[in-house]
C-alpha cells in the first residue's frame, strides 16, 4: 500500500523528491501518513478534498482482500 500512495502522490506533485509516506501497521488497522511539500499541498488534496478522496478511494479498493482497515492521512 505504501507503494501505491507513493506512486500516486510523486505523479501529482511538483517536488516528487519531497514526498514521504509512513506506514504504520497494527493488528486491525493500516495508517498511511503522506507528507509532500507545503507549496504540493494543493495538488494532493484537490478542490473540495476530491484528489485526497480519490486517492483514499483507491488505496481502500487495493486493499480489498485485507482483512484491516486502510487509513491515508495527508499533511505537511
Do not use: C, F, W
Request: charged share 30%.
Amino acid at each position: 500500500m505504501k507503494e501505491l500512495v507513493e506512486v500516486l502522490a510523486q505523479a501529482l506533485v511538483d517536488h516528487p523528491e519531497e514526498v514521504v509516506v509512513t506506514e504504520t501497521e497494527t493488528e486491525n488497522e493500516i495508517l498511511l501518513e503522506l507528507k509532500v511539500a507545503s507549496d504540493d499541498m494543493g495538488k494532493v488534496i484537490g478542490k473540495q478534498g476530491r484528489i485526497a478522496k480519490a486517492i483514499r478511494t483507491v488505496v481502500k479498493a487495493a486493499a480489498y482482500n485485507t482483512d484491516k482497515k486502510i487509513t491515508v492521512e495527508i499533511g505537511q
